[in-house]
Structures are given as C-alpha cells and as structure tokens.
C-alpha cells in the first residue's frame, strides 16, 4: 500500500507532520456540515458544502459515503481532509462493525481523496482508475500546497494510491452486495469512475454529475458529453452527484448538467470562429447559465478556458 507523495515517504511524513502540529482538531469551529443520510438501504451519503476548501469546512466539500453489504463496507470516496476522512470513518463504525473492505475513489481531486489516510488502519484494498495513480503522483506536490494553504490548521491528509484498477469495469462483493464500477476517460478529468450499486439501483456518480453547484472542468469537454451519454444508459433510480444534494432522481438529473457543457461548448466554438481571444471568452461563455448554477463566477471562466484550449485545435 502506497502513500503517494512528492515521493511517497516525503508527504507521508508531511502529512504526519500536520496532524502532530494540529492543537485545533477537535475546538475547531467547523463549518456545520450535513448529518449522513440514508439514501437507500444500505446507501449512506454525506452532502458537502457548497463552498470553497476552507479550514472552516476542512475540505469537506464532496458528497461522500459508504455502502454496507451483508459480509463488508466499501468507502465510496473517503473525504477532503484526513478530520473529513476521520468523521466519514466514525459514521461508518456507529453504523455497523463490519470490516472496510474497500476504499473507492471516483477520482483524484483532493475533496474526494485526501481523507484516505484515515483509514489506513482498516487496512482495506483502495480502488481507482487504472490511470489515477500517475494522476495522483503527477499532481500531489501541486495539490497538496495548494489545499495546506487553504486549510492551514487542519490536517491535510494526503492520497493514497489505489492498487486495485478499474481498466474498463469491475464488480466487488461485499457479501450479497454487488457493486459495478465503470471507468471513464477524458470527462470531468482524466480519472475517472462510476459505482452502482445493484442491490438499490444507485448510481455513485462522483464528479461526472454535478447538481446545483456548476461543474468543473478538469478533462475534456467533448469526452464529458460522451460520458454522459453512456452514463444516462446505465440503468439506476437514483443517482449521488459528486456536489449537490444528496440523490436526486436518474437520469432526469443529468439534464441540467449537459445543457450547461452543451452550452459551454456552442459558446467558445462561436468565439473561436468569430477569432476572439481566450480572454473575451471567460466574460461570455454559458454567461446565460449563470442564474442556474452555484459558484458559477468561481468555476465557469476557468471551464471557458479549458474549453477554448481543446476545441482550437479541432
């Protein structure tokens, strides 16, 4: 088992360093976040905050959870911060004593990875993409300044690097319990999984929905529309987006997200053929989305950027 780092040995002993130095951890006073919920049964679901990585919400940004199965749990991403990952871990022992089999990782973005260290004592199998684990040594001296600066106090954590991968799909037993993982490439980043969880038909979405708080682009704009024509072809009731409420119904929740990249995507096309510069487009891509997604300021000029360096080239 692999702490990923910039080495591994180095931001495991940085992380060890924070949580040593960290006085505040317990008097801290945290942004409020939302009790866990049941979402179906068996299917428990942290909201997060719809805010921005802070020492006040320690990170606790993604909607996290877990699914509890007749022999095992599998951690289905473990948190933004290692006290995210410690609160995600208590939730799952005042639920059930089973053993945690899994940790599944949607993605390598902090909020949904940093809290894996809390549960390297369950000593459980950590699960991604087959290409997360050269996302995440690539970018971990990036990320993990980035989120010591916006923390400061709390204890970071750090990623850890899965060692089982999902290359296409992959279904796990947690005892009458089937999951079914489903790799993507080139959506919202380069990395990225679906679950399912059979027993209740929930879709685990991770990033690749978004619900109320706007999408971020981290990958590719054309794959991600394509990623969601196949991921409104999979058969579920319900779906858990990365950011937004907790569930919300399947695949009618996708709607929102794709007349957002649709639009995106028509907005810088007509920019570019226009021969606009990048600049003057993150003033007006999707600027007719704007009423409909929180964050919209913080996230859509960089998504226009993104976008117009993809789609010059074409």
């Known amino acids: ?111 949904h990875v940093f809290g894996a260290t809390a549960f390297l004592p369950d000593n459980p199998v950590f699960v991604g993409h087959w290409q997360l684990p050269g996302v995440l040594a690539s970018r971990a001296g990036h990320d993990h300044r980035a989120l010591m600066d916006s923390l400061f106090t709390v204890q970071t954590g750090a990623a850890v690097a899965p060692t089982l991968l999902v290359h296409d799909r992959l279904t796990l037993d947690l005892g009458g319990r089937t999951l079914a993982l489903q790799a993507y490439a080139s959506a919202h980043t380069d990395a990225d999984i679906t679950i399912v969880d059979q027993a209740t038909a929930t879709l685990f979405a991770g990033d690749l929905l978004f619900s109320g708080r706007v999408p971020a682009l981290d990958g590719s704009l054309r794959g991600w529309l394509r ?70 300021d913080a996230y859509n000029g960089r998504n226009a950027i993104e976008a117009y360096k993809e789609l010059q080239w074409e």
């Not at 931001?11 to 040593?20: G, N, P, Q, S, T």
């Not at 009790?35 to 802070?54: H, L, Y």
């Not at 599998?74 to 940790?103: C, E, K, Y």
């Not at 009731?237 to 919300?248: C, D, E, K, Q, T």
Request: aromatic share 4%; net charge neutral; proline share 6%.
């Open 1 to 111: 088992m692999m702490v990923i780092g910039g080495r591994a040995a180095r931001l495991w002993r940085a992380a060890v360093i924070v949580w040593l130095a960290c006085t505040c951890s317990v008097t801290l006073a945290a942004t409020q976040l939302p009790a866990m919920v049941q979402v179906a049964p068996g299917d428990f679901v942290r909201q997060g905050a719809c805010a921005e990585a802070s020492k006040e919400n320690q990170d606790g940004i993604a909607n996290i959870g877990f699914v509890v199965g007749a022999s095992a749990v599998a951690v289905i991403d473990p948190g933004g911060s290692l006290q995210d990952g410690n609160r995600l871990r208590a939730a799952i022992r005042a639920t059930t004593g089973l053993p945690i089999r899994f940790v599944i990782m949607t993605h390598g973005h902090p909020d």
């Open 227 to 296: 990623a969601l024509d196949r991921l409104e072809a999979q058969s579920a009731l319900r779906a858990v987006p990365g950011h937004g409420p907790a569930s919300v119904p399947w695949p009618q929740a996708a709607a929102d997200e794709r007349r957002y990249l649709a639009t995106l995507e028509h907005d810088v096309r007509g920019a570019i053929a226009a021969g606009q510069d990048v600049n003057a487009v993150t003033a007006t891509a999707a600027a007719a989305e704007r009423p409909h997604w929180q964050l919209f």
